[in-house]
């Protein structure tokens, strides 16, 4: 089934060979023109002079084994960012093909989409920015390769129901991607990265840029059939994760510790900026997160965004006029957010 969604000329399509694809355990370099001689920044270990492991093996195996999966069915990118990309590139004809978007969400899917002459269906969330099920899977037409959904959701904070989500990749043929950026402050299991096994038109989206404190690095992961992750393999740029990166990322994960603390630190200050938003005259809704921040609808959003700003404090403003009068809010540091609500308290 998986075969039949993949764009046509992809199916048969000659990957490139890059040099590293065959022998890793040579003892002399000669094959890809890389300088023997060192580097101008130092070493620290990680053979800067090479190209990186165009497969990740490693990589994909230290996350492989975090989250009880195979490592055929991991593949990382340039932030998952880069996989939505890959995603689109891999399932849908320009101009044919076409995506759902579940509105309101996080951007990208749809600028990657039109980057991509990919049209785009939108499907709203319901008042409680839950999937609503009908309206969805009528959206689903021959030419629909892709549903994208978010959860928890950017902007919104909250999880899609776990139900929903499940019985849309069953009612569907579409891949249904699952953007789970925030996952690490959503509060209670979640065991979608093993349904992944059951599901083979489930595709999970994950991230070291949020919980993990490594956006820098730009380093994004999704768990999909072992079939899609070989497709991606195929297309992907052939070095695309650097040695930089895929090493920071593996001492990351032996500190798993960092995680676990940063989000609970996250997850407490949240709770208690919700409680001292809420106390505020000028919030009308601050909506519930199972992220690390709010969509908060004010009396004047655009009030409280030209005062923060003056002060020096940036926030996200939403256009469409569903998020009239709303800003997203990051949960910052106890100090970050007691200037952020004396501000707000002072100045508007
Ligand atoms: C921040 C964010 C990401 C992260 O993208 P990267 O490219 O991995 O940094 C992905 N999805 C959503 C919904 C986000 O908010």
Redesign the pocket.
């Known amino acids: 089934m998986i075969e039949e969604l993949i764009r046509p000329h992809l199916r048969t399509f000659k990957p490139y060979v890059s040099a590293r694809s065959e022998v890793l355990d040579a003892k002399i370099f000669l094959d890809a023109n890389e300088l023997p001689v060192g580097n101008p920044v130092g070493e620290g270990g990680i053979g800067l002079n090479r190209y990186p492991d165009p497969f990740q093996i490693d990589l994909r195996k230290a996350i492989a084994n975090g989250l009880a999966v195979d490592p055929e069915m991991i593949f990382t990118g340039v932030?998952?960012?880069e996989i939505i990309d890959l995603l689109i590139r891999l399932f849908c004809e320009p101009a044919l093909d076409s995506v759902t978007v579940v509105e309101p969400t996080?951007g990208v899917y749809r600028v990657a989409a039109n980057v991509n002459a990919v049209r785009t269906t939108t499907i709203e969330l319901n008042e409680q920015f839950q999937i609503d099920l009908a309206s969805t899977l009528a959206s689903v037409r021959p030419d629909t390769k892709l549903i994208f959904l978010?959860s928890p959701n950017?902007p919104t904070g909250n999880v899609l129901n776990r139900e929903d989500i499940l019985s849309l990749c069953k009612k569907t043929s579409a891949i249904v991607i699952v953007?789970q950026?925030y996952v690490e402050f959503a509060n209670g299991s979640d065991d979608l990265a093993r349904i992944v096994r059951e599901l083979e038109n489930l595709v999970v989206?994950r991230?070291f840029?949020?919980a993990w404190g490594l956006?820098g690095i730009?380093l994004?992961y999704c768990i999909a059939h072992a079939q899609i992750v070989s497709y991606l393999l195929r297309i992907k740029s052939p070095y695309n994760v650097s040695a930089v990166t895929s090493r920071l990322a593996l001492n990351a994960l032996k500190n798993r510790n960092f995680l676990v603390n940063a989000v609970a630190t996250i997850i407490e200050e949240r709770n208690r900026l919700a409680t001292r938003l809420n106390a505020l005259p000028c919030v009308v809704k601050v909506y519930p997160s199972d992220a690390n921040f709010f969509l908060v609808e004010f009396q004047d959003a655009h009030l409280v965004f030209e005062t923060l700003r003056r002060a020096g404090i940036i926030v996200r403003r939403r256009s469409e006029p569903r998020l009239a009068n709303c800003l997203r809010l990051t949960v910052g540091t106890r100090e970050e957010n007691e200037l952020l609500l004396s501000e707000i308290r002072t100045k508007t």
Request: charged share 25%; hydrophobic share 20%.
């Open positions: 932030g998952s960012d996080y978010c950017n953007d950026a989206l991230t840029s949020k956006a730009r994004g």
